[in-house]
Nanobody, 122 residues
Framework: QVQLVESGGGLVQAGGSLRLSCAASGRSFTGYTMGWFRQAPGKEREFVARISWSAGNTRYADSVKGRFTISRDNAKNTVYLQMNSLKPEDTAVYYC???????????????WGQGTQVTVSS
């Protein structure tokens, strides 16, 4: 059974930092692009960041560029999202996902985690 399990969410003050982790199991994700998405209450799920298998190619949403960093450790089947200078508008449930193709499109991702809540207080 394929599982993506996120962790590291929580409550943080504006300007603070959090590091999210996503551990993958149940199959090989060799060659897969890993992505982070988020969904705030009443809003659609949106792309945050993605990283290629080799980690040589990354892409970020404009809203997080310069503040968030995505990375991966393929030996541990884990992808990370380092979030710095957090803002109240970053409050959302954050999901990790895996896609066979290098993409930022939500519907191209085949596997999803259950999400972890990030709340940024002002």
């Amino acid at each position: 059974q394929v599982q993506l399990v996120e962790s590291g969410g929580g409550l943080v003050q504006a300007g603070g930092s959090l590091r999210l982790s996503c551990a993958a199991s149940g199959r090989s994700f060799t060659g897969y692009t890993m992505g982070w998405f988020r969904q705030a209450p009443g809003k659609e799920r949106e792309f945050v960041a993605r990283i290629s298998w080799s980690a040589g190619n990354t892409r970020y949403a404009d809203s997080v560029k310069g503040r968030f960093t995505i990375s991966r450790d393929n030996a541990k089947n884990t992808v990370y999202l380092q979030m710095n200078s957090l803002k109240p508008e970053d409050t959302a449930v954050y999901y990790c996902a895996a896609a066979y193709y290098r993409t930022t499109m939500t519907d191209r991702y085949d596997y999803w985690g259950q999400g972890t809540q990030v709340t940024v207080s002002s």
